[in-house]
């Protein structure tokens, strides 16, 4: 099971957000690039960014510290992004840069033909991002709930060949208070294609819970308050992790 430690950035800093609120910020540091390092230094086999401006924007926003993470990375692991990302021009911007996926929530949601196209110009590079709260998916940076089903769409995302799909559940992203296991796999069972949970992981007991059910088509997670704060520990995570799912 792969653990992918996120950077999600606003303002050119390091930030994690409670329940997507922009307004409920911790600030963790103002140079994301050494924030990078320091994941790639323990072990980081992907790294998960995320653009909160350019989520609320609809178009990038935090070019300057994106550029200096990859610059960091220097393509020894891979690098996904989301956030903002409503048009083809700036996938190929991304992809260009050196990014190897990009995570298209928002327009996923309310432009399906979007992603299809994406999906079909840029093969095997798109992740669709699911996010939801109470059983309702949400747009726009979280601030929107829409009515549409989790599954139904994640199954037609399927059928336009996304990589992959990233499934958060907004009430417990940056609240420390436990992965919802259930849904996640109620979703990763109603697909074929690799589910990675996200929103809630706290503690290395998240991560022995997510092991125990990965063989229903959950590839991974995303890790980030629970990593910055030091209710878990990446490195012995990911360890753990690989000697789960090895062993199923």
Known sequence: MLLIPAIDLKDGQCVRLRQGDLNDVTIFSEEPSIVAKKWLENGAR???????????????KNGIPIKSILDTI?????????GGIRDLNTIEYYLDAG????????????????????????????????????????????????KHNLID????????????IIYTDISRDGMLSGVNIESTVELAKSIKIPVYASGGIATIKDIEQLCEVAEEGIAGAILGRSIYEGSLDFKSAQRLADELTKSK
């Open 46 to 60: 992907r790294i998960h960014l995320v653009d909160l401006n350019g989520a609320v924007a609809g178009k990038p």
């Open 74 to 82: 220097d393509d020894e692991i891979p690098v996904q992004i989301g």
């Open 99 to 146: 990014i190897s996926y990009v995570i298209i929530g928002t327009a996923a949601v309310k432009n399906p033909g979007f992603l299809n196209e994406a999906c079909v110009a840029f093969p095997g590079h798109i992740i669709a991002g699911l996010d939801a709260k109470d059983g309702k998916l949400a747009t726009d940076g979280w601030s929107k709930l829409t």
């Open 153 to 164: 769409l994640a199954k037609k995302f399927e059928d336009y060949g996304c990589d992959s």
